[in-house]
Structure formats: C-alpha cells, structure tokens
C-alpha cells in the first residue's frame, strides 16, 4: 500500500547509544518532516527536506541528524541519546510546501531512553 | 510571529450530540488553517484544510470548520457526535511566510474529544 512507513514502532536504548529512526514514503512527495510529541509541547519540528540533498533545522535540532539521499526515505539518528529524548516521533511528508499542502504523517516511534 | 490557542484541552459530549471544538489563531498574514486528528497510537490526520477560498470548510466524516477573520476563530464542528470521533484533535496554522524555507506549522496543544454512550 502506498503511504508513509516508519520503523521501528517501539525503541528502547541507552543514555549515550546511537539510534535511528527510519521514515520511508511512497507517494514521491518532496517534503518530509521529523516532529516529536510531548506532552505539554504539542508537536515540534525537528528537522525538514524540501527535496532530497536539501535539508533544514526546525524548532529543536540539537542532538539530532538527518539526512536525504532519495526522496523516499528520511532517516533521523539520534547521536549520543539523552533521557530528554524520549518522546514520539512522527515523520511527515507533503506534496508543496506546508502553507499549501497538508501533512501525511507516518504512525510514529515511541522512543524511551534509559 | 503565528500561534494557535484551542480554548478546550477536554471535550465531552454525548454521543448523537453536536461537537463544537475552538480554535483561536494569531496571523501576521493571510493564514493556511488546518484541523488533525490522531486517534491512540497513530499518527495525524487530515480532517479539512482552510486556504483562502470558502471560508465555510467541510472535511471528512462530517466535520467542518468556518473561518471568522473578524474573530480570528476557526471552530470545528460536527452537528452528531459518533462513538468513532473519540480522539484528539488538532488545530494548525500555517502562515504564506512557510512557502519560502521556513517550514514551521503551529500546532495547538490538542483537545481530547471524549463520547458519551
């Protein structure tokens, strides 16, 4: 089925280990976005691509890293995990950009850090 | 600088009821306005999206949404409530600036649609 995939669902790791989160989208679309939901802070972007090779900071970068080497994937590594970083993440993907297209989200990976 | 208030963090209403969700925006311009929903365990979905046409929006399932310049609002409605509809709802704006490399929507914080049987 076409869509947006997300894997692992679920992911539990260590203070300090590396991890990442893959994000795979059929639909060719040229925007793909990282969020994370927390409690008491709604979704905050991460990190977007506008198209592949493009990438850009969103509200809360740091400690974190992407990249687009094709338009369908865009993975996120957490470098050197931190407990502040469990939360869920959610990747996206639109058609234009957000002012025109809505987002696709993917059904996210719950990530706990011990 | 944008931002979104949904005015309810908690809904409840009985099922065969209507639903009336608030949002109240804040726009330096001529703003896009989206309404999500995210059941447990899954990611947001598109309910209808408010982009300077009609300003009386319908969207999926029996939602729709109308765009009040005047009052900033764009509430979302639905004039009977089903069991289904039980989850969290999103209210996004999204302002013209975010066509030019700045890729940042404003979500509000949710409202939890609880039905009552």
């Known amino acids: 089925d076409a869509g947006i995939t997300q894997s692992p669902r679920y992911k539990i790791t260590e203070t300090g280990r590396q991890v990442t989160l893959m994000c795979h989208q059929t639909w060719s679309h040229s925007y793909m976005f990282w969020y994370r939901q927390d409690l008491g802070h709604g979704l905050r972007l991460i990190y977007y691509?506008?198209?592949?090779?493009?990438?850009d900071k969103g509200e809360v970068p740091d400690g974190y890293v992407v990249s687009r080497s094709k338009t369908e994937n865009f993975p996120l590594t957490l470098e050197s995990a931190t407990r502040s970083q469990t939360s869920v993440y959610f990747c996206?993907?639109?058609?234009?950009?957000?002012?025109?297209?809505?987002?696709?989200f993917g059904n996210g990976t719950r990530l706990t850090v011990t | 600088a944008q931002s979104v208030t949904q005015l309810d963090s908690h809904v409840s209403v009985s099922e065969g009821t209507p639903v009336l969700l608030r949002c109240n925006y804040s726009?330096?311009?001529?703003?896009?306005l989206f309404w999500y929903v995210q059941h447990p365990n899954k990611g947001l979905q598109l309910l209808l999206k408010y982009t300077s046409a009609a300003t009386l929006v319908k969207g999926i399932n029996g939602f729709e949404a109308e765009f009040k310049k005047s009052e900033t609002s764009f509430h979302l409605t639905k004039p009977s409530a089903h069991m289904s509809d039980a989850a969290e709802y999103f209210c996004v704006v999204s302002d013209p600036k975010s066509n030019f490399g700045n890729e940042k929507l404003t979500f509000g914080t949710g409202t939890r649609l609880t039905i009552i049987p």
């Open positions: 996206a993907s639109s058609r234009q950009g957000t002012y025109n297209s809505p987002l696709h």
């Open positions: 691509s506008a198209a592949a090779d493009i990438t």
């Open positions: 726009s330096s311009y001529s703003p896009s």
